[in-house]
């Protein structure tokens, strides 16, 4: 059996992310045949087209992970009804300098948790317009806008709730 590497992106940097905890949910109930890597973006310098001449290692570092990935994952919080900069700032970096796109081509797959009703609908609308302008296909369907709820999920990443574990497993599949 094949395996497909895949790259993942959590957008928040924050130490407790709740997208954190769902982004080791989704790699328990994801299918044997898929061997995932975090993309880190924490170290990243803010993107100008000044580097592009000359990128710094951090810069050449995510392109690398990025073209060595089968696919990609974003799993991200929404800030202020969009894209966490952090998050938009590894995407630029990812898609620079002009030419040399990473994310081209490159299957992708959007989701995130927020505390809010309506998930991260939001932002994953804006994901979608920004990854269709780098011509990277996406997984449009099944949507998932979850509203994180603690007890859902155990320290490690464990879903604990069956209809959420039933629905995550769906998406991973």
Not at 29 to 34: E, G
Not at 40 to 54: F, H, K, Q, R
Not at 115 to 140: C, E, H, K, W, Y
Request: hydrophobic letters at 40%; a negative charge.
């Amino acid at each position: 059996m094949a395996t497909y590497k895949i790259g993942y992106f959590v957008g928040s940097l924050a130490k407790a992310s709740i997208n954190r905890t769902l982004s080791q949910a989704l790699i328990k109930l994801a299918p044997d045949d898929l061997e995932f890597t975090e993309i880190p973006i924490g170290n990243l310098p803010l993107y100008s087209y000044d580097y592009d001449t000359d990128f710094p290692p951090e810069g050449k570092a995510l392109k690398e992970a990025i073209s060595a990935c089968d696919g990609i994952l974003f799993v991200s919080p929404e800030y202020n009804r969009s894209i966490p900069g952090a998050l938009k700032n590894a995407i630029d970096w990812g898609s620079r300098p002009w030419g040399t796109n990473s994310f081209a081509r490159k299957p992708t797959g959007i989701i995130g948790a927020s505390p809010g009703n309506i998930g991260t609908a939001v932002m994953q609308a804006s994901m979608r317009s920004v990854l269709s302008f780098l011509d990277a296909p996406q997984l449009n369907a099944p949507e998932v806008y979850l509203k994180y709820d603690a007890a859902a999920f155990g320290p490690d990443g464990e879903v604990t709730d069956e209809s959420t574990k039933a629905f995550l497993s769906h998406y991973m599949e």
